[in-house]
């Protein structure tokens, strides 16, 4: 018997970033809808699951929410392994949070697959009085990083679906192009429909990420591939 899903493919996405920028508040966002202003530092990892519909495909998102903490670092790497989405958080009040990024980038390239898309979110944008990283400095790292970028709020949740639903539109256009192969257990994004119901996907070269515009707090980039058709 073959079974039946209420969803099309399941991806797993990594969030990291510095303690206190906010991640585990976006991720209880996207998936509950809701925010509180006391909320426990993450120890080791926590784990967070939604359904989102990207044209005409349910997916799955299974977000790992990491710890920033550094004596969390050797348990946290090994969740990286197998992740098609990293997400990047910074606190936009906090400047040391956004030099960190390099250290997590370290990590990031050394652990995902090649084809793990990068997005960096500047999250507590409601608190623009106390602004300390400017949006476009934001914007440039992530240009230099080949990274989609948002700036975002937990709090009101502005933005925060918009990260989610992005990236799993662009990990469904890499599916599609061939750049990734959802049957492949390594790739980071499963296809759930019978293997005989669809053509095979086969790899392809990796994506690359380049910028196709700005708008409000996002710079969106688009994932380019070899198309197979």
Not at 100 to 118: E, G, N
Not at 158 to 185: E, H, R, W
């Amino acid at each position: 018997m073959v079974a039946v899903y209420n969803y099309n493919y399941i991806a797993k996405f990594i969030v990291i970033g510095d303690m206190g920028c906010g991640k585990s508040s976006l991720l209880r966002q996207f998936t509950e809808g809701a925010f509180s202003e006391k909320t426990n530092h993450t120890i080791g990892v926590e784990f967070g699951t939604k359904v989102v519909e990207v044209n005409n495909e349910r997916v799955k998102i299974q977000a790992w929410d990491t710890a920033g903490q550094e004596r969390f670092r050797s348990v946290t790497r090994s969740y990286y392994r197998g992740s098609i989405g990293t997400i990047f958080v910074y606190d936009i009040t906090n400047r040391e949070s956004f030099t960190d990024l390099d250290k997590w980038m370290v990590d990031a390239r050394q652990l995902t697959p090649a084809h793990s898309i990068f997005v960096l979110v500047g999250n507590k944008a409601d608190r623009e009085q106390q602004r300390a990283v400017g949006f476009e400095e934001g914007e440039a790292y992530a240009r230099k990083n080949n990274m989609v970028f948002f700036e975002a709020s937990a709090k009101t949740g502005d933005k925060v679906d918009a990260i989610f639903v992005d990236l799993t539109t662009q990990i469904l256009d890499m599916v599609k192009s061939g750049a990734v192969n959802p049957y492949s257990p390594d790739s980071g994004v499963q296809c759930m429909k019978p293997q005989d119901a669809r053509a095979s996907t086969s790899s392809a070269p990796g994506a690359r990420a380049i910028r196709v515009g700005s708008t409000g707090g996002t710079s969106r980039f688009s994932i380019g591939g070899t198309s197979c058709c």
